[in-house]
């Protein structure tokens, strides 16, 4: 039975410490679950080969914040994944390409303090676009500083990645 208000929402994945082969995700629900995350290989959309990760749930601000930890991927390797609930809640997939460890170098785009009060994020997507065009062997894109005006308020995240869906998942 699906449990009601664990849709995953606000999704993010970023680099987890030092090491590389570490990516932590967070997610936000409406209420508490049984939060877990999932991996596998780019072909396996259907993630019949899925690793299924623990994941914590901790409430915050009126919401509840859910994070996991994909340790031990293979360096310059695609991975599907998705999170979600152990009740068959989850985000759409996404998939994510881990960095290359024969590198001595990586180009990578930053993004400083993007809110957008006025237009709930709308701007970025023509950022995104021209760091794109301008640096197309990006392999990894950062974002520091602000990205909506008040970080408490959910329906300010909710607009932004809704105005940035494309350009957040792939």
Not at 59 to 85: F, P
Not at 148 to 159: A, F, I, T, Y
Request: hydrophobic share 40%; with cysteine.
């Amino acid at each position: 039975v699906m449990k009601q208000g664990v849709t995953p929402v606000s999704v993010t994945l970023t680099l987890h410490g030092r090491d590389t082969s570490a990516y932590g995700v967070c997610w936000m629900t409406a209420a508490v679950g049984e939060p877990v995350g999932q991996y596998t290989e780019e072909a396996d959309a259907r993630f019949l080969r899925a690793v299924t990760l623990s994941a914590e749930a901790a409430e915050h601000r009126g919401l509840v914040r859910n994070t996991a930890v994909i340790r031990g991927l293979e360096q310059d390797k695609s991975y599907r994944w998705r999170v979600g609930d152990k009740s068959g809640v989850f985000s759409p997939s996404a998939v994510f390409k881990t960095i290359p460890a024969d590198g001595d170098s990586l180009t990578f785009t930053v993004y400083s303090d993007s809110q957008d009060r006025a237009h709930y994020g709308k701007w970025f997507p023509a950022a995104w676009r021209d760091a794109a065009e301008s640096f197309p062997a990006s392999a990894l894109s950062i974002h520091c500083g602000d990205i909506v005006e008040e970080g408490n308020k959910h329906v300010l995240w909710e607009r932004m990645t809704r105005h940035n869906r494309g350009l957040f998942c792939s």
